[in-house]
């Protein structure tokens, strides 16, 4: 079983942590910060023992920010000096978000500084929602900046959605003002930074679909490999639900002249097993078909009604009078984000978007249920 995520903030790091700080800083009262940090950690989730850190840099560092900031600042790691890095600049990020804000320029200069030690999306968040135009004006200046980390921390931090982050509500009603970053790095030479803008511009399309789509459309003619997988990885949500100008983007027409088979090799399933199905598709029109082939699992909810899951499939090209078969089986076990429930279900094919074949299975919690 993996290792829960609140225990990558333990006794052991913050005892770190104060070393590192007291090395710059010697009336730092490094005892006192352990202290305070570690009071009731072993009790809190993550975010919850991030804040508990956080609250005792504010009770031991400096009360000026601009002095606490120069500490913190000297204990980055520089040189092959060991410094703050890793999970310790977490509650460091909370810190700067939380006191930083009436120093706009220079919070935000130490949150570029620390970047490449670990990660300031967070921080990051709380000038923007602060104050959205001067932070974006600083952030777009870093979109040719020589590390990659910063570089990424411009798209990443102003991704309307970040995961785990708080949401930037005026960015996602408008997201216009970061379009000119996502477009800058578009480019950029390393996929760690351009796998950040797919994800901001598949956040900005659960929101916005036909700006999305647009945006693909008028930068994919002539994209390079690299752009071109940007792009669609970017379209991933457009995609699975069959938006029309998303798949025109990537080659994936609607057709009538297509003949699609489901067949399921077991109609009822156990929960915790599988279920296997055949899709056979035939091109009975006159010209090559580029054929995008997913599958909705149409779940049973707790009323008694369905929800529709979309899953990748497989990507194809099929010739005049040319069929297919794909067999697949879709696990039903455990997951943290979704219950599961008894009864009949429903499984369709998608192709282009749109809705082929489809049939119902039974799903069985136990033994006990009826069949």
Same mark, same amino acid.
């Given at each position: 079983?993996? *290792? &829960?995520?609140?225990? =990558?903030?333990? *006794?052991?790091?913050?005892?770190?942590?104060?070393?590192?700080?007291?090395?710059?800083?010697?009336?730092?009262?490094?005892?006192? $910060?352990?202290?305070? +940090?570690?009071?009731?950690?072993? #009790? =809190?989730?993550?975010?919850?023992?991030?804040? %508990?850190?956080?609250?005792?840099? !504010?009770?031991? =560092?400096?009360?000026?920010?601009?002095?606490?900031? +120069?500490?913190?600042?000297?204990?980055?790691?520089? +040189?092959?000096?060991?410094?703050?890095?890793?999970?310790?600049?977490?509650?460091?990020?909370? $810190?700067?978000? #939380?006191?930083?804000?009436?120093?706009?320029?220079?919070? /935000?200069? =130490?949150?570029?500084?620390?970047?490449?030690? $670990?990660?300031?999306? $967070?921080?990051?968040?709380?000038?923007?929602?602060?104050?959205?135009?001067?932070?974006?004006?600083?952030?777009?200046?870093?979109?040719?900046? &020589?590390?990659?980390?910063?570089?990424? /921390? @411009?798209?990443?931090?102003?991704?309307?959605?970040?995961?785990?982050?708080?949401?930037?509500?005026?960015?996602?009603?408008?997201? @216009?003002?970061?379009?000119?970053?996502?477009?800058?790095?578009?480019?950029?030479? *390393?996929?760690?930074?351009?796998?950040?803008?797919?994800?901001?511009?598949?956040?900005?399309?659960?929101?916005?679909?036909? %700006?999305?789509?647009?945006?693909?459309?008028?930068?994919?003619?002539?994209?390079? &490999?690299?752009?071109?997988?940007?792009?669609?990885?970017?379209?991933?949500?457009?995609?699975?639900?069959?938006?029309?100008?998303?798949? #025109?983007? !990537?080659?994936?027409?609607?057709?009538?002249?297509?003949?699609?088979?489901?067949?399921?090799?077991?109609?009822?399933?156990? !929960?915790?097993?599988?279920?296997?199905? *055949?899709?056979?598709?035939?091109? #009975?029109?006159?010209?090559?078909?580029?054929?995008?082939?997913?599958?909705?699992?149409?779940?049973?909810?707790?009323?008694?009604?369905?929800?529709?899951?979309?899953?990748?499939?497989?990507?194809?090209?099929?010739?005049?009078?040319?069929?297919?078969?794909?067999?697949?089986?879709?696990?039903?076990?455990?997951?943290?984000?979704?219950?599961?429930?008894?009864?009949?279900?429903?499984?369709?094919?998608?192709?282009?978007?749109?809705?082929?074949?489809?049939?119902? !299975?039974?799903?069985?919690?136990?033994?006990?249920?009826?069949?």
């Amino acid at each position: 079983m993996p *290792e &829960p995520l609140k225990n =990558l903030l333990h *006794e052991a790091l913050v005892g770190n942590m104060a070393d590192r700080i007291a090395g710059n800083a010697p009336s730092f009262d490094r005892s006192r $910060f352990a202290m305070l +940090a570690t009071d009731g950690l072993a #009790a =809190l989730e993550l975010m919850e023992r991030s804040a %508990l850190i956080r609250d005792a840099l !504010f009770a031991t =560092l400096p009360g000026d920010f601009r002095e606490a900031a +120069a500490i913190l600042k000297a204990s980055l790691p520089a +040189a092959g000096k060991p410094g703050l890095s890793g999970w310790m600049l977490l509650p460091i990020n909370q $810190f700067i978000a #939380a006191h930083g804000l009436d120093h706009f320029d220079l919070g /935000l200069d =130490l949150l570029k500084a620390l970047t490449p030690h $670990f990660t300031a999306e $967070f921080g990051i968040r709380a000038f923007i929602h602060r104050d959205q135009q001067r932070a974006l004006a600083i952030i777009c200046g870093w979109v040719d900046h &020589p590390d990659q980390h910063v570089r990424r /921390l @411009a798209s990443e931090g102003t991704r309307p959605r970040l995961p785990w982050a708080m949401r930037l509500p005026q960015l996602v009603k408008d997201p @216009a003002p970061i379009l000119p970053i996502l477009t800058a790095l578009m480019d950029d030479p *390393e996929d760690y930074v351009r796998r950040s803008v797919a994800n901001s511009l598949n956040d900005v399309a659960k929101d916005h679909p036909d %700006l999305v789509a647009a945006l693909i459309a008028s930068h994919i003619e002539g994209a390079s &490999p690299e752009r071109r997988w940007l792009l669609k990885h970017a379209s991933r949500t457009l995609l699975k639900k069959g938006h029309a100008q998303a798949l #025109a983007n !990537f080659g994936f027409a609607a057709s009538d002249s297509l003949e699609c088979e489901l067949r399921l090799v077991n109609g009822e399933v156990m !929960f915790g097993e599988g279920l296997d199905f *055949e899709i056979r598709v035939t091109n #009975a029109g006159e010209m090559t078909q580029s054929l995008m082939i997913d599958y909705a699992v149409h779940h049973v909810k707790s009323d008694g009604s369905l929800s529709p899951k979309v899953f990748k499939c497989k990507a194809i090209m099929l010739a005049p009078g040319q069929s297919r078969t794909i067999e697949r089986r879709h696990a039903m076990r455990p997951i943290t984000t979704r219950r599961y429930y008894p009864g009949e279900h429903r499984i369709a094919v998608l192709i282009n978007g749109a809705e082929s074949a489809s049939e119902s !299975f039974v799903l069985r919690m136990s033994s006990l249920d009826p069949a």
